[in-house]
């Protein structure tokens, strides 16, 4: 048996991704596609997919006809298999579409932490220990190999890296080639466990039960009965423990008496060995109340509650009576966490309608038949979450299984409280803020099938999840599903609607404001269109535009304008909840010298500091770095420092000056860095102990706020016009996802608009909740100028500390991409550049960019060999 292996070497051998092994005879009963393996590579041991099995197959044939010799695989890593074969069909797809090698693909799809790193290290030669031991004496031994000689005996092994660390680099590598003369140690390869790993504790665990746990009581009891009569006997009181004290310990422990048959005991303990007894009989109460509750006790918490000794413990294990084990220790995200059970809730016809559709795609895909993607355009507040879940419960019913992605980590929290409550402890969750702890338990929970919905962020598409039957994209236009910095440089979107190809299986796209793409394929046929057009319950809120220049006009110049100011003052008045959003976080983003005219910019990447009063501290927003504010100018000495623009913490400081008596809660990346603080603010929200909440994008993505009533945006200008194709659909549907967290509870809501702009068309549009008014609009310019989905982009981006020669590749590149657009007679291909990156010097590296724009760029891609540039297929922007 021969098999097909793609090692982690391979990415950085591409061309030779997939090598061939022999199959020792003891493991091919084992062997099963997608495990992890260990294969020879070169005189080191690597880690390995098992790609394809060769066993009777024309290729396995003519390898052993040429005569081509091959190695043993080492190992098999783990018997169950890491990737599932849809999995491994679906990382080809990828790897081929975003021009990415194999091997990145693959192992990036596995959990972080999982992959066992390769080292040497050095072992005394087995057949010549007792040589190598009286060597160790001699004079033609060094000191050093004498002493290596000596801490191998003792130790069995050491890192050849820690042996570099111990003596440096250079006296290491002498000792090396004195080991190799010497034939007394031996050099070998191995492999070290990753840095995920399964959480072990001690348990102590009750052997006994019911009726011969009740003997085993009744005999510690005469025990201690026997004991109290020698000592009353003998009338001694052990010097360690007087009565006195017996008793006031014993009652001090809350664990040591309870309402069992031991509480019960009296007169006071006596004796040493009465006390002891007493106290085991206390640690049995214990271990049988937990039971119920499912929670182990360690066996250092056990003496801790009952006063005993390790030794004392164990001598009920002695007895039989408990056992102390090494259990797993599951490393839950959701704990502690409340999650209430919800039920079914009663469908509108338009939902109804919309669930019939995703049923009878599953249906068609049991058929044989590749069902269409369905797009579920329903307005904010429409119901598609209840569909989404009913839906799954369908399936679930059918005995198979769902994932759900969101596209935020701010959205996980209420996303998973509704999908945890109608499915309870058959949840698990996948996404880049939990530690690899957590990601690696709920992985292995996802591969042995214990869980029925997988829900995150876009990596969760890639969980092993056996029994696949839905996949849903909530919230499916956001940007947050393409990866742009990693490759693949992959969109969860496209990678979801393969999967469901290879599967075939129902992909379901919802949003209130579908991305142009997606609302095209549906438009052309190749998505099923189905909509929700009204709200539960209520009305979309109404939208009001205040023209920013009429207020300057007025003499009115605070960043909240006096209608803003007026809802505000009644939303606070009646007891209800307001929103303010604004797509910058900060309190200046520029500050200017108004003599000389210089602008503070990161040192690193040339781009205008961000000053954030909370931390008095100047930031860049791309590197992190950070300086001390600035009170004179740089450049001419000037006091004339200026702080200008517009941030979350300055609507911040203005709304507590006009409301002192209003709660605040400001939300951005700069208050929430993880998990847990997106939590904490969410939770103090909704549970009313916040009046107003000040934030960025993260607040206007899905969230579901009974409470809140208003929603203003204070600056719907900034980014309106950034030169990108796609900035028109950013700036709709953010304005139209943000208005939508209004009036969502019994209440009726409102939206306030401050705007430089209110003829613009996205503005006006977003205003009356018009979708479809917006993409007739938008359709026309992209089909104008050929923009996607008419053409692909794919963008390349090259880095460098030298301006000078980064200009010069970006040159010669497009020189070349030219040549062979011409070569291979691409119609309708054009290069767009090189040109400066609209950011570019980003950590002390310049950037340029070009774009190549055309019907399908992958024939080009095939044969442009570019290593050293950023290579970004579909990007989400031209910038």
Request: charged share 25%; aromatic share 6%; hydrophobic share 40%.
């Amino acid at each position: 048996m021969l098999v097909e292996v793609l090692t982690t070497a391979g990415r950085w051998n591409t061309e030779q991704p997939l090598l061939t092994y022999r199959v020792p005879t003891a493991l091919e009963a084992r062997l099963r596609r997608g495990q992890l393996i260990a294969v020879p590579y070169g005189d080191r041991l690597d880690e390995g997919i098992v790609w394809r099995v060769l066993a009777d197959d024309e290729a396995a044939i003519s390898l052993l006809e040429e005569g081509i010799e091959l190695r043993d695989l080492s190992s098999i890593l783990d018997e169950t298999p890491a990737l599932l074969p849809h999995q491994l069909e679906l990382a080809r797809w990828l790897s081929e579409y975003y021009a990415t090698s194999l091997a990145h693909t693959v192992f990036n799809m596995l959990t972080p932490g999982l992959l066992q790193r390769s080292r040497f290290v050095l072992k005394l030669s087995q057949e010549a220990l007792e040589d190598a031991m009286r060597s160790a004496s001699s004079q033609d031994a060094s000191l050093r190999l004498r002493a290596l000689l000596g801490l191998l005996h003792t130790d069995g092994s050491l890192d050849v890296e820690q042996l570099k660390k111990m003596l440096g680099k250079t006296k290491a590598q002498q000792l090396l080639k004195e080991i190799k003369q010497s034939n007394l140690i031996v050099r070998e390869p191995e492999l070290v466990e990753g840095r995920a790993k399964i959480r072990l504790r001690r348990a102590v665990r009750l052997l006994v039960k019911g009726e011969e746990l009740l003997i085993w009581r009744e005999q510690l009891e005469e025990r201690l009965r026997h004991a109290e009569s020698e000592a009353t006997a003998g009338s001694e009181v052990p010097h360690s423990v007087s009565a006195s004290q017996a008793t006031t310990k014993a009652s001090a422990n809350p664990w040591s008496l309870g309402t069992t048959a031991s509480a019960t005991l009296a007169p006071p303990v006596q004796s040493k060995a009465g006390l002891i007894i007493q106290r085991q009989l206390a640690a049995l109460d214990l271990l049988q109340q937990s039971l119920n509750r499912g929670s182990p006790w360690t066996p250092a918490a056990l003496c801790r509650a009952t006063d005993l000794t390790e030794r004392q413990l164990r001598q009920l294990e002695d007895e039989r009576i408990i056992s102390i084990e090494r259990q797993e220790l599951r490393r839950d995200p959701l704990q502690g966490r409340a999650l209430p059970a919800s039920q079914p809730l009663t469908l509108t016809q338009e939902q109804e309608q919309a669930l019939r559709a995703v049923l009878d795609a599953v249906r068609e895909g049991e058929q044989g038949t590749t069902p269409k993607p369905i797009l579920l355009h329903g307005v904010t507040g429409s119901g598609k979450t209840e569909i989404y879940l009913q839906a799954l419960a369908a399936i679930i019913a059918q005995g198979k299984r769902g994932v759900i992605l969101v596209p935020e980590i701010a959205l996980t929290t209420q996303a998973v409280q509704r999908v945890a409550g109608r499915f309870p402890d058959r949840v698990a969750i996948i996404h880049s803020e939990l530690s690899v702890g957590e990601r690696y338990d709920e992985w292995r929970r996802i591969r042995a099938g214990q869980v029925d919905v997988v829900i995150g962020s876009r990596s969760a598409l890639f969980a092993p999840l056996p029994d696949l039957g839905l996949i849903i994209i909530d919230e499916e236009h956001e940007a947050a599903y393409k990866q742009s910095e990693l490759k693949p440089t992959y969109h969860a979107r496209e990678a979801a609607l393969k999967l469901g190809e290879i599967l075939r299986i129902p992909v379901v796209l919802g949003s209130a404001t579908p991305a142009v793409e997606s609302y095209h394929r549906a438009e052309r046929g190749r998505y099923q269109l189905v909509e929700l057009k009204g709200r539960i319950g209520t009305t979309l809120p109404p939208v009001e535009i205040v023209d920013l220049r009429v207020e300057l006009r007025a003499g009115h110049t605070s960043i909240i304008s006096r209608r803003l100011h007026e809802g505000l003052t009644n939303v606070l008045e009646q007891g209800q909840q307001a929103i303010l959003f604004l797509n910058r976080r900060g309190a200046a983003s520029c500050i200017l010298c108004r003599d000389c005219g210089y602008t503070a910019l990161c040192e690193h990447c040339d781009i205008p500091l961000t000053y954030h009063s909370t931390e008095r501290v100047l930031m860049c927003h791309y590197c992190g770095a950070q300086s001390k504010p600035l009170r004179y100018c740089p450049a001419c000495q000037s006091a004339e420092i200026r702080y200008f623009g517009l941030g979350t913490e300055k609507v911040q400081r203005t709304i507590q000056k006009m409301f002192p008596e209003a709660r605040l809660l400001r939300w951005d990346r700069d208050t929430a860095r993880n998990r847990h603080a997106h939590e904490a603010l969410l939770d103090r929200f909704a549970s009313r102990q916040a009046d107003i909440l000040i934030g960025t994008q993260m607040i206007a993505k899905g969230l579901d706020l009974p409470g809140v009533t208003l929603v203003g945006v204070v600056s719907a200008d900034i980014a309106l016009n950034l030169p990108d194709y796609s900035s028109p659909e950013r700036a709709f549907t953010l304005l139209t996802q943000v208005a939508g967290r209004a009036g969502r509870g019994s209440e009726a809501g409102h939206v306030i608009i401050q705007t430089f702009n209110p003829e613009h068309f996205c503005i006006d549009t977003a205003s009356r909740h018009n979708y479809d008014e917006f993409y007739r609009m938008e359709i026309e310019t992209r089909e104008r100028y050929g923009y996607p989905p008419f053409r692909q982009f794919v963008k390349f981006t090259y880095s460098h500390s030298n301006r000078h020669r980064c200009q010069l590749e970006a040159m010669r590149f497009s020189e070349r991409l030219t040549h062979w657009i011409n070569r291979l007679g691409l119609v309708n291909t054009d290069i767009v550049g090189p040109a400066p990156a609209m950011l570019e010097r980003v950590r002390n590296k310049y950037r340029w960019q070009m774009i190549a724009r055309g019907p399908d760029l992958h024939r080009l891609l095939r044969v442009v060999d570019a290593p050293d540039w950023e290579i970004d297929i579909d990007p989400i922007s031209a910038l």
